[in-house]
């Protein structure tokens, strides 16, 4: 039998490598958007990589529709909830996050690609956002840890009001990734919770 030395730091240390790196991922992505959006505001290159419907080659922007904004409003109006909800969700792992992104991606795409308008073109980061606070809304209830649906009822109170965006009252503004990207937060919670999903 052998004895290990009693480090007593070492969790404060892990917390604090999880809570740099879950800050370091959100601050890049974001920084990623604002990029993309400059680069297509100057060049208009990337428009083409936004999402018409029930066209089989635009499925292989599903992805990619996630990045793009239609101008600086839009990709501004993204940022904060997308840097918050995002970092709230990666302090749970960094895989665990890759893996529900990809799930809300995947969802709202092909959600939108199934239902939008004829002639429309979708893209924004805020398909993400409702799919992130769906997963922190319902994860603690799946995973049953008590501290997970407190940081849930927050998120809840604090940006319950976009439900409200996944409702059909503006046209111009894509309810259906919306709809979709909350479905596959909360798809998510179930398919990778605790025990079954990446850490």
């Known amino acids: 039998m052998t004895y290990a030395p009693h480090t007593a730091g070492q969790p404060r240390r892990d917390r604090g490598a999880r809570v740099k790196a879950?800050?370091?991922v959100m601050?890049?992505?974001v920084a990623l958007l604002w990029v993309l959006e400059a680069v297509d505001a100057a060049t208009g290159a990337l428009h083409t990589f936004g999402l018409s419907p029930r066209t089989l080659p635009e499925l292989r922007d599903v992805l990619p529709m996630a990045f793009l904004h239609h101008g600086f409003d839009?990709?501004?109006s993204n940022t904060a909830p997308l840097l918050i909800l995002g970092f709230i969700a990666a302090l749970g792992g960094l895989r665990r996050l890759a893996a529900v992104v990809l799930t809300v991606m995947v969802v709202g795409g092909l959600g939108v690609w199934l239902t939008a308008p004829d002639n429309s073109l979708t893209a924004g980061a805020s398909g993400v956002v409702f799919g992130l606070f769906g997963y922190l809304v319902v994860r603690g209830f799946v995973d049953r840890r008590p501290?997970?649906?407190v940081i849930g009822?927050?998120?809840a109170a604090v940006y319950g009001s976009i439900l409200w965006g996944v409702l059909p009252t503006n046209t111009a503004v894509s309810w259906q990734g919306h709809l979709f990207g909350l479905v596959g937060?909360?798809?998510?919670?179930f398919w990778f919770r605790r025990g079954r999903g990446p850490a």
């Not at 937060?185 to 919670?189: C, F, H, R, T």
Request: aromatic share 10%; glycine share 10%.
């Open 153 to 155: 009822v927050v998120v």
């Open 22 to 24: 879950a800050a370091g």
């Open 185 to 189: 937060g909360v798809l998510a919670a």
């Open 147 to 149: 501290w997970d649906v």
């Open 74 to 76: 839009h990709v501004a």
């Open 27 to 29: 601050l890049a992505w």
